[in-house]
């Protein structure tokens, strides 16, 4: 990649403020030998709930394991209904899939892109189990809308926070709002590591005793299994990253919060470009900047080829891969997540991108649009 060139994110700037404490830190490690269950994963999993204000964080392998086990912890069984947008990265209907529930797609407000808590109330039956609000961008979803719904059907809500980690909703923190949430450590996320990891967050004592069972085998005894589980657990060398970028994540997301309000002034006024917004009561991590454009492939293409790191976050909504083909549900099913994908582009936004890259980023965008 060119100098000139401005990536979508930039990982390489986030490992330099951390290198040398992330390289003490894997020293420790393997000068202990402790690359499995060693206690900076302990220490990681204390100090993450402290800081969400939750009881348990219980790391796992990855953010789709941690929405498969937070559902199947929280009493979600085969042949039960989990609804879910129809707008989200595929995981999350993988991970109902995996445990043989069934996926029930729905549509997502035009404004924010999230959930809609009209089109679950019409989804529920009597099969529902879960209901999965997905906190899309780094926004959070409307979960005490969606609280009612829950206890009028015995559902659970378990969030997918896998792109909130630091957002809030009227001052609580997305991955509590729930019986249970997963969330994913992937390294492009607001809290990323140096590759795959995620974890449980949950308040109920007993689902997270279930976690640390499920993730372990079914065992919660050596060579004693309890039940059919799976081998899913964060392992040390990550936990030393995560607990590095940890102590950075609040100001992090505030360089984040700080970039998206340049956008919105770079961009302001500019015909054929609709901003995202804030919803009331969110305070936003921006793990994306998205707008919304016509002939979007176009704009997208010019700005790739000006070495601006556009991309798209989902250019196909879940019922329209081939996947989930099987459920039947054609193109025109759900409007808003359809038209939206259409539209979308994601801006390069990190914490340390720079005046003059979102300068030269808005600029290409007027540009493309014009």
Same mark, same amino acid.
């Given at each position: 990649?060119?100098?000139?060139?401005?990536?979508?994110?930039? *990982?390489? &700037?986030?490992?330099? @403020?951390?290198?040398? =404490? !992330?390289?003490?830190?894997?020293?420790?490690?393997? /000068? %202990?030998?402790?690359?499995?269950?060693?206690?900076?994963?302990?220490?990681?999993?204390?100090?993450?709930?402290?800081?969400?204000?939750?009881?348990?964080?219980?790391?796992?392998?990855?953010?789709?394991?941690?929405?498969?086990?937070? *559902?199947? &912890?929280?009493?979600? @069984?085969?042949?039960? =209904? !989990?609804?879910?947008?129809?707008?989200?990265?595929? /995981? %999350?209907?993988?991970?109902?899939?995996?445990?043989?529930?069934?996926?029930?797609?729905?549509?997502?407000?035009?404004?924010?892109?999230?959930?809609?808590?009209?089109?679950?109330?019409?989804?529920?039956?009597?099969?529902?189990?879960?209901?999965?609000?997905?906190?899309?961008?780094?926004?959070?979803?409307?979960?005490?809308?969606?609280?009612?719904?829950?206890?009028?059907?015995?559902?659970?809500?378990?969030?997918?926070?896998?792109?909130?980690?630091?957002?809030?909703?009227?001052?609580?923190?997305?991955?509590?709002?729930?019986?249970?949430?997963?969330?994913?450590?992937?390294?492009?996320?607001?809290?990323?590591?140096?590759?795959?990891?995620?974890?449980?967050?949950?308040?109920?004592?007993?689902?997270?005793?279930?976690?640390?069972?499920?993730?372990?085998?079914?065992?919660?005894?050596?060579?004693?299994?309890?039940?059919?589980?799976?081998?899913?657990?964060?392992?040390?060398?990550?936990?030393?990253?995560?607990?590095?970028?940890?102590?950075?994540?609040?100001?992090?997301?505030?360089?984040?919060?700080?970039?998206?309000?340049?956008?919105?002034?770079?961009?302001?006024?500019?015909?054929?470009?609709?901003?995202?917004?804030?919803?009331?009561?969110?305070?936003?991590?921006?793990?994306?900047?998205?707008?919304?454009?016509?002939?979007?492939?176009?704009?997208?293409?010019?700005?790739?080829?000006?070495?601006?790191?556009?991309?798209?976050?989902?250019?196909?909504?879940?019922?329209?891969?081939?996947?989930?083909?099987?459920?039947?549900?054609?193109?025109?099913?759900?409007?808003?997540?359809?038209?939206?994908?259409?539209?979308?582009?994601?801006?390069?936004?990190?914490?340390?991108?720079?005046?003059?890259?979102?300068?030269?980023?808005?600029?290409?965008?007027?540009?493309?649009?014009?």
């Amino acid at each position: 990649m060119s100098i000139n060139n401005i990536p979508l994110v930039d *990982l390489g &700037a986030q490992q330099l @403020e951390i290198d040398e =404490e !992330v390289m003490v830190g894997l020293k420790q490690v393997f /000068a %202990t030998t402790s690359f499995i269950g060693g206690p900076q994963v302990g220490q990681f999993e204390t100090d993450y709930a402290d800081y969400l204000g939750v009881k348990h964080c219980i790391g796992v392998g990855n953010g789709t394991d941690a929405l498969e086990l937070a *559902l199947r &912890a929280s009493g979600v @069984e085969a042949g039960g =209904e !989990v609804i879910l947008p129809a707008n989200t990265f595929i /995981a %999350t209907a993988e991970a109902v899939c995996r445990i043989g529930a069934v996926p029930v797609l729905v549509d997502v407000d035009p404004q924010y892109l999230l959930i809609d808590p009209e089109r679950v109330r019409e989804a529920v039956t009597e099969r529902t189990q879960a209901i999965i609000p997905v906190h899309l961008f780094g926004q959070t979803a409307f979960v005490e809308q969606l609280e009612p719904i829950a206890r009028e059907c015995g559902a659970v809500i378990v969030e997918d926070a896998a792109q909130s980690q630091g957002a809030t909703r009227f001052g609580r923190a997305a991955g509590t709002l729930g019986r249970a949430a997963g969330t994913s450590f992937y390294p492009g996320k607001n809290l990323g590591a140096a590759g795959d990891a995620g974890a449980v967050l949950t308040g109920d004592d007993d689902v997270a005793a279930r976690v640390r069972l499920l993730s372990a085998h079914g065992s919660a005894q050596k060579y004693r299994h309890d039940a059919v589980g799976m081998n899913s657990r964060l392992d040390t060398v990550q936990a030393v990253v995560l607990n590095a970028k940890l102590g950075r994540l609040e100001r992090w997301n505030e360089r984040r919060r700080n970039a998206a309000a340049r956008y919105n002034e770079l961009l302001s006024g500019i015909r054929g470009i609709e901003l995202p917004r804030s919803a009331p009561g969110n305070i936003d991590v921006w793990h994306l900047y998205v707008i919304r454009v016509e002939d979007r492939d176009h704009v997208l293409a010019e700005l790739n080829a000006a070495g601006i790191g556009a991309g798209i976050h989902y250019p196909t909504p879940v019922h329209l891969t081939d996947a989930f083909a099987r459920l039947g549900q054609g193109r025109g099913t759900f409007a808003v997540a359809e038209e939206s994908a259409a539209r979308i582009l994601s801006l390069p936004l990190y914490p340390h991108i720079t005046v003059e890259q979102q300068q030269r980023a808005a600029e290409a965008v007027a540009g493309a649009v014009t």
